[in-house]
């Protein structure tokens, strides 16, 4: 028995394709990949988004491949990411639409 | 309650893993991330399939909480240790029920899953299960519970403490940013309440700041400590965590959980609200 989603919150999976009842005419996705120095992609990181000043807005897990995704609003954002392998930010300046980016951790 | 009674550290907590009276629960958002590893012996519960109500929107009764503890295996001597991703917020969640329903010992792994994996501590994919017991809950301490009616009363005379992102609690996000924007409710925040996102609490790997820094970051918020507090954040979990600091790690007295929070509040007809980043009038 599932319990009804109006209360969701559950963490959707990121490698997930973006589900068809997303309108991109009115959400503003930030995706990409964690990557380390040598380029590879790096699963399990926890990357979260800032907002312009600095205060955390949400955080997710990236997925086998590296990747995370975000549904944010227009403006200027950083993602900071964590992983075993080190961490790492990129900044993102983002209108409607789809934005991708890398993080690349160091340690 | 303090730090030293409602919180155990992941040291104490891979030295107790076998310990006898001692059961570790993982409570997920992403309620998928047990199955890919938990702590060794570490049950889970669903917090959509286990804790809400399938019908009703409202979490478990009494005697489903005694169901489903007693076909877990968990009994009312027990002490929990509960732990989970997203920074404990619905290991927080499930504190406050374990809270609400009266378990006597219950307690957070500071940090949660992600401390433990930054950490690179063990983590299995062995299932558990543990014998049934018969688990008797008390009655809802709703002292600890916030109910609609009581937060548009405590418009300008209580403590209302928004936790959610600046951008939601101004209106222009209506979730945590994981999650689609596109919701039934208005964007904005209840008149008077103060921002205090529940993320200034945390350290970046999950583990909650220390009670000096704690007590600064609500006092500069401007919270008054002498009058009752109501927090709440999207659906009550992310609240649940600052329920928590409040009143488990801080000690304050008289702080509900409004887990209705802003998926009900946004919907209802004729409350007002404010928007923008200043609390408002009341």
């Known amino acids: 028995m599932t319990a009804p989603t109006a209360a969701g919150c559950a963490a959707p999976d990121q490698a997930a394709p973006l589900p068809a009842s997303i309108d991109l005419e009115k959400e503003t996705v930030i995706t990409g990949v964690v990557r380390s120095t040598q380029g590879e992609a790096v699963p399990g990181a926890y990357v979260r988004l800032l907002d312009s000043t600095g205060e955390f807005t949400a955080e997710v897990v990236t997925s086998p491949a590296g990747q995370f995704r975000f549904f944010a609003a227009p403006g200027n954002w950083t993602l900071r990411a964590l992983s075993r392998h080190g961490n790492g930010d990129a900044a993102v300046t983002a209108d409607r639409g789809i934005h991708e980016v890398t993080v690349t951790v160091t340690d | ?282």
């Open chain 2, 1 to 282: 309650m303090s730090r030293d009674t409602a919180l155990v550290s992941a040291d104490w907590a891979e030295k107790n893993l076998d310990a006898p009276g001692v059961v570790f629960v993982e409570v997920d958002e992403d309620t998928s991330a047990y199955e890919t590893g938990h702590l060794p012996g570490a049950i889970k519960l669903d917090w959509r399939t286990d804790l809400q109500d399938p019908v009703r929107r409202d979490f478990v009764n009494k005697a489903q909480f005694e169901a489903l503890l007693s076909e877990r295996g968990i009994s009312n001597d027990d002490t929990v240790i509960l732990y989970g991703g997203n920074n404990n917020w619905f290991a927080a969640y499930a504190y406050w029920y374990f809270k609400l329903y009266g378990h006597r010992e219950v307690k957070l792994l500071d940090g949660g899953r992600k401390k433990w994996e930054l950490d690179a501590r063990p983590l299995v994919t062995d299932p558990v299960t543990r014998p049934a017991t018969q688990y008797v809950a008390s009655e809802p301490d709703n002292s600890i519970r916030a109910f609609r009616d009581e937060v548009v009363a405590a418009i300008g005379t209580k403590n209302l403490v928004d936790v959610r992102s600046p951008d939601e609690y101004a209106g222009r996000l209506l979730a945590p940013a994981h999650l689609p924007q596109e919701q039934a409710q208005r964007g904005g925040h209840i008149p008077t309440a103060i921002s205090v996102p529940w993320s200034k609490a945390a350290n970046e790997d999950g583990t909650f700041k220390s009670d000096d820094e704690l007590r600064k970051i609500y006092g500069e918020a401007g919270l008054d400590d002498s009058k009752e507090t109501i927090a709440y954040c999207r659906i009550g979990e992310r609240s649940s965590h600052s329920w928590f600091v409040l009143q488990e790690l801080l000690g304050h007295r008289n702080v509900k959980n409004y887990d209705g929070s802003w998926t009900e509040y946004g919907s209802l007809i004729g409350v007002p609200i404010a928007l923008g980043d200043e609390p408002g009038e009341a």
